[in-house]
């Protein structure tokens, strides 16, 4: 189901998906799991359990001591790699994932 996915995320598989919605619901769900509408290939979306790779992307850089913003090293890794028109929007909807999950700190 990967290649559907129209991002460059983690989501959750759907048994997990369904443990996470239970473990939100106790209150007990670790804040870096977001739910949140995931694009697929086709153009449509859908609401899934994710990884919120973002919020902990400053932790990883400062353990790296990369002292770029987070940001910074987003685009700069995008800039580097291989883009297609095709894939532009993949690598766009990462960005707008990356600035949603960023701005709901």
Known sequence: MVEQYDWMGITLSPTANFVAEKLNQ??????YYTFTKIPFN???TKPL?????PSQMNGVME???DKRNSKDAILESFSKS????ESFL???NTLDFFNKMNKTK
């Open 63 to 65: 353990y790296m001591k």
């Open 42 to 44: 086709d153009r449509t």
């Open 90 to 92: 993949k690598y766009q």
């Open 26 to 31: 106790e209150k007990m769900l670790p804040d």
């Open 49 to 53: 359990w994710t990884i919120n790779w």
């Open 82 to 85: 291989p883009s297609s028109t």
